[in-house]
């Protein structure tokens, strides 16, 4: 399992922006997939953003596309999430996950970090 930290939350107003980082401690680390899922008080964990190491290839839940922005830095072994246009139902606890995936969909429970908490 890789060790994962995010970093980046905060609050903000609606319309603003954030940029949620996530580093994953292990320098080896070597899995396919990078992504972002968040959880609201008293809702499911969700995921919302995924990103392909080798390939760059980015898929988005429709909650965030055209809002929300993943990238990788595959040397780095890091994922980002430049989030704007928030709006209030964004409020949550944001949290990174790694692991095994094809095409957008996780190969089995991907590991999670501690998680970040976003409000708007």
């Known amino acids: 399992h890789v060790q994962l930290v995010e970093s980046g939350g905060g609050s903000v107003q609606a319309g603003g922006s954030l940029r949620l980082s996530c580093a994953a401690s292990?320098?080896?680390?070597?899995?396919?997939?990078m992504g972002w899922f968040r959880q609201a008080p008293g809702k499911e964990r969700e995921g919302i953003a995924m990103?392909?190491?080798?390939?760059?290839?980015?898929y988005y839940d429709d909650s965030v596309k055209d809002r929300f922005t993943i990238s990788r830095d595959g040397a780095k072994n890091t994922a980002f999430l430049e989030m704007n246009s928030l709006k209030a139902e964004d409020t949550a606890m944001y949290y990174c996950?790694?692991?095994?995936?094809?095409?957008?969909?996780?190969?089995?429970?991907?590991?999670w970090g501690e998680g970040t908490q976003v409000t708007v």
């Open positions: 292990d320098n080896t680390y070597s899995g396919e997939c």
């Open positions: 996950a790694a692991g095994r995936c094809y095409g957008a969909s996780w190969l089995g429970q991907p590991d």
């Open positions: 990103i392909a190491m080798s390939s760059g290839d980015a």
